[in-house]
Structures are given as C-alpha cells and as structure tokens.
C-alpha cells in the first residue's frame, strides 16, 4: 500500500514541470486569447484540450458529464452578495478615459482573485488538481516558447497565470503609471472612447485605439483581452474544483458576486470571446436570469 503510495507520489511529482519556465506563455501567446481578437481560433493558450477518452458519458474512466456540478445548485447558485445589477459599477464613468477604466478594474479583478485564489491554494495540490481542469473533460494547456502544449497540474498553471498577469501590469509600457503629458489636460469627450467598437479599436490604422488618450500603447486592449481569459480560467477551475471549499467558508456569496462583477464588466467591454466562457456558461445564464447583467436606465444615460 505504502509503496502504492509512493510511486504515486513519485509519478506525480515526476510530472511536475517544476522547471520550466513561465515566461514563453501569455506572452508568446499574449495573442494568446486573443485568438479571439484576429479570429484564428483555437490556438493560442487556447480552448480546452479534451483529453481523448473521457469525453463520452460513458466512457469507464469518465467522469459522470450528467451530475451537476455544486455551484449550479440551490442555493449556491443564488447566493449573491449583491441583489440586483452591477450596472452602476461597471459601465464606463462619465469624461473618463476607457483605457484607464478597463486598468483600473483589471488591476482590481487581479488582485481579488488572488486573494480568492489564495484562500483555496492549499487544496490545489499536483495530486488533487494533476491537470488545470474546468469541468469533466475539459483541461486548459499551458503552451511552452514553440506553443506545445504543455499539461500542468492547475497549481503550476495557476501560479504561471498569476505572474504573467503580474508581470503585464507592472509592465509601464502597456500600463503606465505616469501620466501621458500631452493628453492630460485635454478632457476627453466621453463619446470619442465610448461609442467606438472596442473589437475595432486595436490602432490598426494608428489612429486611435482604446486607451490612446490615456497614453497606453495600441496593444493595450489586446493585452487586456489575453489577460482577463487567462483570469477567467482561474474562476473556471476554482469553480469547478474548488467551490465546495468556498462554501465551507461560506464564501460562496461573495465570490458569486465577484464573478457576477467580472463577467458583467467582461460583456461591457467585450473582453471576453463567446467560447472562452463555455466552461460556465451555464452560471453566467443563471445569473443573467437573476437579473445580474441588466442595464439600468440610470447607468445608461452618458
Ligand atoms: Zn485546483
């Protein structure tokens, strides 16, 4: 039994890439998400990698796709912090520069989902989380500088995740803390940023782009994108493996209601592609019937 044990263990930790090196990632993928932003699907830290063999219901080593998973059940799955919509916090403040309410929130979805993160790492251990899992089936890879598939167990993949992101927005080159000199006089017209398709906005042209005023680079809301798929990955797995520890905390209120935060802020900006949310797609439905995402007349008025 022991040695059963042990050479678990063994494979395990023998699996575990402790050194490989993070950086190639988000970043050689930066256009990771983003195969959304260009259209080229798939690829780039990409879709889900189902492993062969354990999609079919049936198949013996698979898990049972039918059991519904803990956070779509009552109450959890209505339990919120906050009744009603997030409207009000989400869309973009009047005279304020896109590009630094899109910083703003990011740098403060970053941080609570570390702490979220935090509260659940020590169970995400390579034994009980081998692979960065969202759901029966479904296995996001890291991909390495020649953007091979790599599996990690969820914690390595996680830990990767949270210092690209890191790395990104202490990056002054895409987030800069200084003001842009030349533009911080002139108040901006809240329709010039607002109304303009963020999807059509990535400085093709170099003409304008999301953020420009702001002085952030034209790459900036691609970089957005990338960064918040990689974040939405994080709640999908937490979710899916973790949230019975949520709700030991009685967590699971509040991390409703930061998801609910996140995926409202996500439509409002289209951060997020339709098939980088299919992993919980079916809470983001129960939420938009709880009435979550509505807009609010009040919030509406520019
Ligand atoms: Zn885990």
Request: aromatic share 12%; proline share 8%.
């Amino acid at each position: 039994m022991s040695q059963f044990f042990g050479s678990l263990g063994r494979g395990f930790r023998g699996k575990k890439p402790e050194k490989t090196k993070p950086s190639p990632l988000p970043s050689a993928s930066g256009n990771s998400g983003n195969g959304g932003a260009s259209g080229n699907g798939g690829n780039g830290g990409g879709g889900y990698n189902p492993p062969s063999g354990n999609l079919m219901p049936g198949s013996p080593s698979g898990q049972r796709i039918t059991q519904k998973p803990l956070f779509l059940c009552k109450p959890f799955v209505t339990s919120q912090l906050v009744k009603g919509s997030f409207s009000t916090i989400v869309v973009l403040p009047r005279y304020v520069d896109q590009g630094e309410w899109l910083a703003l929130n990011l740098f403060e979805f970053f941080d609570m989902l570390n702490k979220f993160y935090g509260v659940v790492q020590e169970f995400c251990t390579p034994q009980a989380c081998p692979s960065m899992s969202a759901g029966p089936g479904l296995d996001y890879s890291w991909l390495d500088a020649n953007k091979k598939p790599l599996r990690l167990p969820a914690t390595t993949y996680i830990e990767y995740v949270l210092q690209w992101i890191s790395n990104r927005i202490n990056d002054e080159s895409i987030f800069p803390t200084k003001a842009n000199p030349s533009t911080t006089t002139a108040v901006n017209a809240p329709s010039s940023s607002v109304s303009s398709s963020p999807a059509g906005a990535a400085g093709t042209a170099g003409q304008t782009w999301i953020g420009k005023e702001g002085g952030f680079p034209p790459n900036f809301y691609v970089t957005c994108k990338a960064i918040y798929k990689q974040m939405f990955r994080v709640f999908a797995h937490i979710y899916h493996t973790h949230f019975a520890k949520i709700v030991h905390m009685s967590l699971e209120a509040h991390f409703n209601s930061f998801f609910a935060h996140f995926i409202h802020f996500a439509r409002a900006f289209e951060l997020l592609e339709r098939r980088d949310i299919e992993p919980l797609r079916p809470l983001i439905d129960s939420f938009e019937e709880q009435g979550l995402f509505k807009d609010n007349e009040r919030s509406r008025e520019q």
